[in-house]
């Protein structure tokens, strides 16, 4: 086996690890060797998670909004060693007509999707400059950054944003050996999926055979390019965003 894919030696930090996407990142990478740190708010379902991961995985009730708490949650969690890898996975996502969108909704989706993962990656990135150790950083990027989707507009300009705030951090954090790139998960069937997009088997149906792959992606697809980023093997891949979509956003179908 290619020796760089190995995660043996690091700890991972995902947030919203417990479920769909962000829990086959954690599946993944604790695969690969790595120990992992969960977070999301309901303890339950971290408790849970973590049970099944196996014992190299740890997890903390934590909202991501509360952005004052960072250093308590990253102390706790360093006692037992530094983070190498940082996952910005937790989000939310709200659907409705543009002109019903109210400023409170707007708010609500940026301080998860934006304001969190800027934050929480800013408190990491200045521990992983401070001891010198280098270190990998994901934000969870959409194919909203690439298409236009129908009533997606605050989660939009998130998702855009964190795709531009991976290069721009790739800029400047790649003196300190930090890499960061975005994950681009095309159409996954996850909680979130089902609560917005997609409610009909219409629906399931239409963007099945819209995709060259035909499908879903899958959530271990997330899982396994993750991992690969993370990894020694992507050591000189930084600022990208990995579409992971089964061909959706590159092609054109008729
Ligand atoms: P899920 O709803 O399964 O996962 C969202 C996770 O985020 C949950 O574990 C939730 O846990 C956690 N979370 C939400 N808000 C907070 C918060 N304030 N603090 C801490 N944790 C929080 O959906 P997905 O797996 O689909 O979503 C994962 C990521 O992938 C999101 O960023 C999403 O935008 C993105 N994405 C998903 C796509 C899809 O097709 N599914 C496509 C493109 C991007 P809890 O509620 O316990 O806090």
């Not at 400047?172 to 960061?180: C, N």
Request: proline content about 3%.
């Amino acid at each position: 086996m290619l020796k760089e894919i190995s995660l043996e030696g690091k700890t991972a930090l995902i947030t919203g690890g417990a479920t769909g996407i962000g829990y086959a990142i954690a599946e993944q990478m604790y695969d690969a060797g790595a120990d992992v740190v969960i977070a999301g708010r309901r303890a339950e379902v971290l408790k849970e998670a973590a049970d099944r991961l196996g014992e190299r995985c740890r997890w903390y009730p934590f909202d991501v909004t509360r952005t004052e708490e960072y250093d308590r949650l990253l102390d706790a969690i360093e006692e037992k060693g530094p983070v190498d890898i940082l996952v910005n996975n937790a989000g939310i996502n709200i659907k409705k007509d543009y002109f019903d969108f109210t400023p409170e909704e707007f708010d609500r989706i940026v301080a998860t999707q934006a304001k969190a993962p800027f934050l929480l990656s800013q408190a990491v990135a200045a521990r992983m400059k401070e001891r010198k150790s280098g270190g990998s950083i994901l934000f969870i990027s959409s194919l909203a950054s690439i298409l236009g989707m129908h009533e997606i507009q605050a989660y939009t300009v998130c998702k855009s944003g964190v795709k531009g705030l991976a290069r721009s951090l790739a800029r400047d954090l790649g003196p300190y050996g930090i890499r960061v790139n975005s994950l681009n998960p095309g159409f996954v069937y996850t909680d979130m999926l089902a609560k917005t997009n997609v409610k009909t088997p219409e629906r399931l149906k239409e963007i099945e055979e819209r995709t060259p792959m035909r499908g879903f992606t899958q959530t271990k697809d997330l899982g396994m390019a993750a991992a690969f980023l993370a990894s020694d093997a992507a050591r000189f891949i930084t600022g990208i965003d990995l579409v992971v979509d089964g061909g959706i956003s590159s092609s054109f179908l008729i």
